[in-house]
Every structure is written in C-alpha cells, then in structure tokens.
C-alpha cells in the first residue's frame, strides 16, 4: 500500500497532524512524519517531496500557519496529489494561512481542507488511495455508516429528550 507523507512547517502544528495521524492509523494506512519549513529548509523540503514517488507516497498532506507556503512549494515539486491543511495562528489566525494554501497558481493544484482541518485531510488521503484498492473503499463506506449511524442515534435521544 501507498504512504502518505505529512509535513509540517513547525512543531507547533503537530496537534493538527495528531488529528490526521489518528485517522491513518486507524485505516492501517502507513505514514512518514517530517518537519520541514518552505522558508527555513526548502532544499530538505523539496528533495521529500522530489522523491516521494519513488519511495513509495502516493499523497503528501502539508500542514502550516501564517504565510503557509509549505503546500505549494511540495505542489511545485512533485506531480502527486498534495493536501494542504492551513493550521490556525499568527495575527490572522489563520486566514493568512487559509488564503496562502488555496490561492494557488494555475498548473499547481493543491486540495486545501478547512483550518485545523487535520482529520478530513487524512480522509481525502485515504479516499485518493482508495482509487485503486477496493478493501480501503469498502472501509470508507464502513466507516461512513458507522458515523450515520452514531448521527441517528443522536437524534433519537434528542426526540427522547424533547
């Protein structure tokens, strides 16, 4: 099976990686963790991504605040899916970073899920991998009912109450 490679601008992201973290560990789907800056350590941050393909990613999630480039620069420098996770702080609290990671140029795509949106850019990654193994799509699904379920069972309590 494919990995995902995460990125993170800085440490102080990994609550938001956690998030992700717990969603690939829960599929069974392996994962390689990094710390890599898009202003601090470009040449270590494109080289990742440069050779990612070959050993064996098939997503990259990139997750930075403030000026969050670090999405794009891993778009710039490979040709597989990146999903970046603008991470709340600075200033702005993360609407620098929302903006950074979805204004995109032409030509370099990255999908951008919602601030602090660790979680939901682990499940875009797992339904990417899930393109070509039909146990992982079947697990969404299963997944997908279980919280159906979970959603329903709250709204009879709620009648219950009420």
Known sequence: MKKVGIVMGSDSDLPVVRKAIDQLTAFGIPYEAHIYSAHRTPEEAAAFVKNAR????????????????????????????VIGVPCRGGALDGLDALLSTVQMPSGIPVATVA????????????EILALG???LAAD???????????????????????
């Open 133 to 135: 193994n039909e146990e």
């Open 140 to 162: 969404l699904a299963e997944k997908r009912e279980k919280d159906r379920a979970a959603v329903l069972k709250k709204d009879a309590a709620l009648a219950e109450e009420l």
């Open 54 to 81: 070959k050993n064996g990613f098939g997503v990259i999630i990139a997750f930075a605040g403030m000026a969050a480039h670090l999405a794009g620069a891993c778009a710039a420098n490979t040709t597989l899916p």
């Open 115 to 126: 601030l602090n949106g660790g979680a939901n850019a682990a499940l875009l990654a797992i």
